[in-house]
């Protein structure tokens, strides 16, 4: 495979081609593409938040992000799995790919409809505070466009192209969304916000339909066997499943919220998670990727390729999203000022939210590799993970009532819990994983310690800074100042493997030789 050109899956080096070095470069490459397409995300998804927060205000999305909690867990259950289950069928090659893709299609397809037209006939799960519009039903036409998203892009991911993932996850649904809610706010402000989430999942859907029909095209003499597709379901359950807990876990907060606290709350606590969940982009984008190349290692038993690679690629992301972490949270009040004065109190929860998010990311890089040698024990790590989580936070949502606190601590406590939850599993994936591998996978490192310090420093006396110069000149400032010493003091060759397009042998050999002494 070319590092230039991921169109398919023929030519992609092996392991045993090329001693890894082609997997690395598919990681590497998938790194590099994700990155531009968070920079993307987050010049996307700021307009979107402001346009919320200052044309429907908090309580309105409150009660869109509540709703947004059950369509979008329906849809990512009726995607069977198939977002890393796809990569191993395709590995084991039991049929012709492109049949293997409509199989899953089809059958995401009709649990999808079952899903919308169930929700539809009784929608009270979706708003626990209550409707914006009679329109906001209309959210569960969502639920097919997603689940069926899911596996086109999972099928591109599969032949390396990460560009279509980029493409209608960073470009096209944000895009749309923040372009829609402008417009719909003059056209039916009560729905504005569900009619502009419904306007990007299938924007999305178109975006990934593109490249999958140039790549994959029209399904060849396939004929859907029922007793075969339910066989593929009854497989894929504990996998769906997986996805469905790991996804809950960054939702749960605001369907307990929505319990708990006012719909401004939830609306507040919202904005923080969306904010937050920028940096996260990072370490799932990087998960298409990596199923393929775990697949392939594991079919020849290179058990220490796969350490080495969970350790490489979950260095890469930790880095990118403690930095990341620090320039959003530092000058939090301001981010989440942006947005609208009513918002500033979630600034602790915004906190709390990004450091989930980098105690995360073993977990994530972990299960990557669990999903496929211990799918049964991952799953059940990952329930008691989300039962930890909801323990957490109930018990934290009637401490804080019992004590009279106001509503930004209840949305502060939710991430709070989510964190410590996060955080276990971190830590029982990574000693799982190691044990199964025979190789640790541990990526921690003290250097990002060292480039911690002195962005905190630069983060802190930017605060001082009226607030527009603290976004504008604060949040490069300590990009920069963390990058600087982390790239000189935490990354090694192998790390800036990351930032280069040719890893190959030849190329590189070549590159020594046309250089001086």
């Known amino acids: 495979m070319s590092a230039d050109k991921p169109g398919t899956s023929a030519a992609a080096p092996t392991p045993e081609a090329d001693g890894g070095a082609g997997d690395m470069q598919a990681l590497a490459k998938g790194g590099r593409t994700n990155f531009f397409g968070f920079l993307l995300r987050l010049a996307a998804r700021l ?30 259950i009726c995607s069977m799995g198939e977002k890393r289950g796809l990569a191993q069928r395709l590995t084991e090659g039991e049929g012709e790919p492109v049949n293997l893709v409509y199989d899953g299609l089809l059958l995401a397809l009709i649990f999808s409809a079952i899903a919308a037209g169930l929700l539809w006939l009784v929608p009270a799960p979706m708003f626990p505070n209550g409707m914006n519009s009679q329109l906001d039903r209309l959210l569960v036409l969502a639920i097919p466009a997603y689940a069926l998203t899911e596996i086109l892009l999972a099928a591109q991911a599969y032949r390396f192209d990460i560009a279509a993932t980029v493409r209608a996850r960073a470009i096209v649904e944000p895009w749309t969304i923040s372009i829609a809610a402008g417009a719909f706010y003059f056209i039916v402000p009560d729905a504005g916000l569900a009619m ?3 306007a990007s999942i299938y924007a999305g859907l178109l975006a990934a339909l593109w490249p999958f029909m140039r790549d994959y095209g029209l399904p060849r003499g396939w004929r859907p066997h029922p007793v075969a597709m339910s066989k593929m379901s009854a497989r894929a359950l504990p996998l769906a499943t997986a996805d469905a807990i790991e996804w809950g876990t960054r939702r749960l907060d605001i369907f307990i919220l929505g319990f708990f606290a006012a719909p401004a709350a939830v609306g507040i606590y919202y904005v923080a998670q969306q904010v937050a969940s920028l940096p996260q982009k990072l370490k799932t984008s ?20 796969i350490a080495s690679q969970v ?5 890469w992301i930790i880095a990118a999203q403690a930095g990341i972490a620090l320039a959003l949270a530092i000058p939090g009040e301001a981010v989440m000022g942006l947005v609208g004065p009513n918002f500033v109190g979630g600034t602790g929860a915004l906190a709390f939210l990004l450091i989930a998010e980098v105690v995360a990311a073993t977990a994530v890089v972990s299960e990557a590799a669990l999903v496929y040698m211990a799918r049964v024990r991952n799953l ?15 018990g934290l949502m009637i401490g804080i009532e019992s004590y009279g606190l106001p509503e930004p601590y209840k949305a502060a406590g939710a991430a709070a819990a989510l964190m410590l939850a996060l955080g276990a599993a971190s830590l029982v994936k990574a000693t799982l994983l190691s044990r199964l591998l025979g190789a640790p996978v ?25 607030e527009w110069m603290e976004l504008l000149v604060g949040i490069p400032a300590i990009l920069a100042t963390y990058g600087y010493v982390i790239w000189h003091k935490g990354f090694g060759p192998e790390d800036r493997v990351l930032f280069r397009k040719n890893i190959s042998g030849d190329k590189a050999k070549a590159e020594n030789a046309s250089t001086p002494e």
């Open 47 to 76: 307009p979107f938040l402001f346009i919320a927060g200052r044309l429907y205000g908090a309580d309105a999305l409150g009660r869109f992000a509540s709703a947004l909690v059950v369509v979008e867990l329906i849809a990512l």
């Open 196 to 198: 502009a989430y419904l």
């Open 286 to 305: 990087f998960e298409p990727i990596l199923g393929p190349v775990i697949t392939r290692n594991l079919k020849s038993k290179n058990y220490s390729a």
């Open 311 to 315: 350790r490489q690629v979950g260095f």
């Open 380 to 394: 059940w790590i990952s329930i008691a993970t989300i039962a930890l989580q909801a323990a957490i936070t109930i």
């Open 442 to 466: 541990n990526n921690w490192r003290w250097a990002l310690v060292w480039a911690s310090a002195p962005a905190m420093a630069v983060g802190y006396a930017a605060t001082w800074l009226p």
